[in-house]
């Protein structure tokens, strides 16, 4: 919806995705939050796991972003996109088949978050479609993994849309109210209360 609306805006199109994913990222930080407070009061957040997955959240985040500005807008939004849904498929089958060995040790909760960090922020996701699977094999009940997978997007959010904002930073396409590459208008329309239903 983004990347039409900003083709709409006529806004260029070497920088149309880099601007709506930095701008989805941006708008994770209010949708996510609301219901992360949510799971957080029920009890649903598995603080261990998501501890033992922040700091490959965090590189991972980063590196994602990095990625994404060394391609082009095109290269993004015509061949990226359809190896997001190959690499979730993968993710999945591989969490699927070491998930509870990587819950058992630091290093691969770690490596783990890393993945799902990168993949997160190169697409300007939440990372839920990739948290949840490996959560549940690692034995978290769904209210467990869902509401951990909730928790796992703020961090993603954060670092993604703050990386999206320097690597842009100063860019001669920008349109009027971007700051880097996330477009202050468009990320106000998740302010508004009815936004979360309407996703």
Not at 60 to 85: K, M, Q, R
Not at 139 to 153: D, L
Request: with cysteine.
């Amino acid at each position: 919806m983004l990347v039409f609306a900003f083709e709409l805006q006529n806004i260029a199109s070497e920088i149309t995705m880099h601007l709506a994913i930095g701008t989805s990222l941006a708008t994770i930080l209010v949708t996510g939050s609301s219901s992360t407070l949510g799971h957080f009061r029920r009890g649903s957040i598995h603080r261990e796991w998501l501890i033992a997955l922040l700091p490959g959240l965090v590189l991972g985040s980063i590196a994602g972003v990095f990625v994404a500005d060394n391609l082009s807008g095109t290269l993004l939004e015509n061949h990226v996109w359809p190896l997001y849904f190959i690499d979730c498929h993968k993710n999945v089958v591989w969490f699927s088949a070491q998930a509870r060995q990587c819950c058992a040790r630091q290093g691969a909760m770690a490596l783990a978050g890393g993945v799902i960090g990168m993949i997160s922020a190169l697409f300007g996701i939440g990372g839920g479609a990739m948290t949840v699977p490996l959560l549940s094999r690692c034995g978290a009940s769904m209210t467990q993994a869902v509401g951990t997978a909730a928790a796992v997007g703020l961090p993603i959010a954060l670092v993604g849309a703050l990386t999206f904002i320097v690597v842009g930073w100063g860019n001669s396409l920008l349109p009027a109210w971007a700051t880097g590459f996330v477009m202050w208008p468009a990320f106000s329309v998740s302010l508004s209360p009815a936004f979360p239903l309407r996703v």
